[in-house]
């Protein structure tokens, strides 16, 4: 982020205008988690016995079997498919699993239910980092958040698997890091990563919430109907904030830029330079953001037009680096989140303490790194953990051997 821009953050401070910011961004983070491990209480595998058709001599059927056995007409016993199946309903009164019969040659879509969310997910960065980029942070979080809260609803009045598939990967797609980007292009530098960090406190407690509903709430579409409606009350907080002046200044909006710094003057009770001066700022401003993009890299010649050689995050040794280990850490430590999230039934007999003692134990990483951060500076931080990752690996891998 540009220094001369930091410098205008520092100018404002941090009061009411850039909680509006936090606390927005906090309360999406809240609502995130019911929708991403939603298939954890909406389709689960569940306990069945097969229902054989009522004029069928059987002579067996076994609980969780996908056939079941009868006398043919020839006296010889043999071996039949289910088609119709009574479910376990001491935990769960419907899901989608009930309803849709997802079992035996079916069971798959259990997993295809919360994999073609993921899928979604994986769309919703590049999707969305294009579209904030060119139309602006405020206007993508608005249309997604419109998008989200319609869709999660809706898929409670749908009575076709497919059509749920599909608006399940649209909610997928439209779950976007841009609210977090908006919050943070507003957060003075020195509050930076102590904000960037306590924003993911929310979806430690969305976690537990959804665990708690889950709890109270035994069917899947009154389930996701409770956990779905909150989602109108974002638009209060989107009615009252601003486009992100960073991204007016850099595309030239000036006269927008002065309002929203002027309001957040307002606000934060700050002062700030005259509007000639400002002009005149983010003139250099957004001169130096568009030098910072098409400054022609040694041994190639200034183009007036065409795409860059190479995407920015790979424009140098160390910032390819850095995004390959971003990456691949992200990439790492999604297999085991997700994994222990959506895999209670493995580990618990108890799927809602399972998923709320889930949330309680991310609390300390989130509440603990950001003074540990303010102390000991990232990059120490990140090294001395992922030395404690490798050194529990090792130990059960061990005990994995010795019980062996």
């Known amino acids: 982020m540009s220094s001369k821009f930091d410098g205008l953050l520092i100018q404002l401070g941090t009061g009411k205008w850039n909680m509006l910011y936090f606390l927005a961004s906090s309360y999406w983070c809240l609502l995130v988690p019911p929708q ?63 309803e849709f019969d997802l079992v035996c040659d079916r069971e798959h879509l259990q997993a295809t239910y919360q994999g073609i969310y993921m899928l979604g997910t994986f769309v919703s960065p590049l999707l969305g980092g294009y579209l904030a980029d060119r139309y602006g942070r405020l206007v993508v979080v608005i249309i997604t958040q419109v998008v989200v809260s319609i869709t999660s609803v809706g898929i409670v009045f749908l009575s076709d698997f497919t059509f749920i598939l599909a608006v399940r990967f649209v909610m997928g797609s439209v779950n976007l890091l841009t609210f977090f980007v908006l919050a943070m292009e507003v957060c003075e530098p020195k509050h930076r990563s102590t904000v960037g960090i306590l924003i993911g406190l929310p979806w430690a407690l969305g976690t537990m919430w959804w665990g708690m509903m889950a709890f109270f709430i035994r069917d899947w579409r009154w389930l996701q109907l409770a956990v779905s409606l909150p ?28 309002k929203v710094l002027e309001k957040a003057a307002r606000w934060n009770k700050a002062t700030l330079p005259a509007p000639s001066s400002l002009y005149a700022l983010m003139s250099e401003i957004q001169e130096e953001s568009t030098t910072a993009k098409h400054k022609p890299k040694a041994g190639e010649k200034n183009k007036k037009c065409g795409f860059p050689s190479m995407p920015a995050l790979l424009s140098t040794r160390a910032i390819t680096t850095i995004t390959a280990v971003v990456c691949l850490d992200f990439f790492a430590v999604s297999l085991v989140f997700d994994g222990l999230n959506l895999s209670g039934a493995n580990f618990s007999a108890d799927p809602f303490l399972y998923i709320i003692l889930g949330g309680l134990m991310e609390v300390p990483g989130y509440s603990l790194t950001a003074p540990l951060i303010q102390r000991f500076g990232r990059s120490r931080l990140a090294f001395a953990l992922t030395v404690c990752i490798f050194a529990d690996i090792i130990r059960t891998i061990a005990i994995f051997l010795l019980l062996e």
Do not use: Q
């Open 36 to 98: 991403f491990i939603n298939g954890v209480y909406v389709a689960p595998p569940l306990r069945y016995t097969c229902r054989p058709p009522p004029d069928a001599n059987v002579t067996s059927v076994s609980d969780n079997s996908c056939k079941y056995s009868t006398n043919g007409s020839s006296g010889v016993e043999e071996e039949l498919p289910c088609t119709e199946w009574d479910f376990d309903t001491s935990v769960f009164t419907s899901t989608l699993t009930s």
């Open 231 to 258: 989602t109108v009350l974002i638009f209060p907080f989107l009615y009252v904030m601003d486009e992100s002046p960073r991204w007016l200044i850099v595309r030239g909006h000036h006269e927008k830029a002065l």
